[in-house]
């Protein structure tokens, strides 16, 4: 398999005529090495399908293509798509049949060809990185784990704990599908054009379902709501969500949650439990006035 090098890199965006996109988050890996740690570490398995949000010019593409049974390879920008499997051709004919590439939006795709993805693999736009990662393990639950770079300050965000400063939202979220943690620091000049922020890998395991948990969405707004305004106490954060302070605070003794606790000391499964105490609250009411 012929990678991707620095002067293949720019020789492709010459040719096809462009410019990386710093709306779309574009910044090409062009370092042969990094793309090795990448697919390592993704310990990918042969019968693995592969699923890549934002392949660019195909470096980190060809270089999963040498492992797993296939990649579908999602790309927003048309011009990106078109050139993906031509260079897969140029530069692994044996490969080209095994990837599909897919011209669409990573937040709203929900359908993909052939056999469904086991595993996620990529480059993130920064930009969007957290909604795009939350949105596809909702949507694809065949895919039972990943591998994904992302800013640095993401990545901490994403594997925080309760009780850190920097623990919010996208922990919750993310631990309500799974386990994340940080796999590894990534140097920025790797990257073409060389982007002003660090970035990290950031490994994600599924969990087991959900069954008999409260709804997802309700449980999001839940977190939503508390994180809002991260400095006031639940009973105040939750105020607005419940109706008011005192129904906020009986809904969180019966949930066993302090009401005078902030949200960030809270786990996914405190937050469940004040999702199932809303939902019983709600049927008591709907029992009054059939």
């Known amino acids: 398999m012929r990678l991707l090098g620095p002067a293949d890199i720019r020789r492709l965006a010459t040719r096809i005529g462009i410019r990386p996109a710093k709306r779309l988050g574009q910044n090409f890996v062009i370092d042969q090495g990094t793309i090795r740690r990448i697919v390592a570490q993704a310990e990918l398995r042969p019968a693995d399908v592969v699923l890549e949000v934002g392949p660019g010019l195909g470096s980190l593409t060809l270089g999963l293509l040498e492992v797993a049974s296939r990649v579908v390879a999602v790309e927003v920008d048309p011009l990106l798509a078109a050139e993906l499997p031509v260079t897969v051709a140029e530069r692994a004919p044996t490969a080209a049949t095994r990837l599909d590439v897919v011209r669409a939006d990573a937040l709203t795709v929900t359908d993909l060809p052939g056999t469904p993805p086991t595993v996620l693999v990529a480059n993130l736009p920064y930009n969007v990185a957290v909604p795009v990662l939350l949105h596809l393990i909702e949507v694809m639950p065949s895919v039972s784990r990943a591998l994904v770079m992302v800013q640095s300050e993401v990545a901490d965000r994403m594997c925080a704990r309760p009780g850190s400063r920097i623990y919010g939202v996208p922990s919750v979220k993310l631990a309500w599908y799974g386990t994340a943690r940080r796999a590894g620091t990534v140097s920025r000049t790797v990257f073409w054009p060389v982007p002003n922020v660090d970035s990290a890998l950031v490994a994600f395991t599924r969990g087991p379902g959900r069954d008999g948990a409260p709804d997802r969405a309700l449980v999001f707004a839940i977190v939503d709501a508390a994180f809002a305004q991260r400095r006031k106490t639940l009973r ?55």
């Open 236 to 290: 105040a954060a939750l105020a607005g969500w419940a109706g008011s302070a005192d129904a906020a605070e009986r809904l969180l003794r019966e949930a066993g949650v302090d009401p005078a606790l902030r949200g960030e000391a809270l786990g996914v499964a405190q937050y469940i439990r004040i999702a199932e105490a809303a939902g019983r609250t709600r049927n008591i009411i709907e029992s009054w006035h059939p």
